[in-house]
């Protein structure tokens, strides 16, 4: 399992064991005394298509 902190308080949880990624869910949301549907739902606020982009960048 892989936890990933992104920018703007945005937590990503990575695993090829979908029931191990519910189960961080459900513990983490449990720990902030919240349930899953006062979460907000995510939205696309911009898109761009990056062209010429390196090895080091992908």
């Given at each position: ?6 920018l ?41 298509i ?9």
């Amino acid at each position: 399992m892989q936890f990933v902190k992104r920018l703007y308080r945005l937590l990503k949880i990575h695993s090829t064991n979908q029931g191990e990624v519910k189960a961080a869910r459900k513990a983490i949301l449990g720990a902030l005394g919240v349930n899953q549907h006062d979460c907000l739902n995510p939205k696309v606020v911009s898109s761009q298509i990056i062209c010429n982009i390196d090895s080091y960048q992908a």
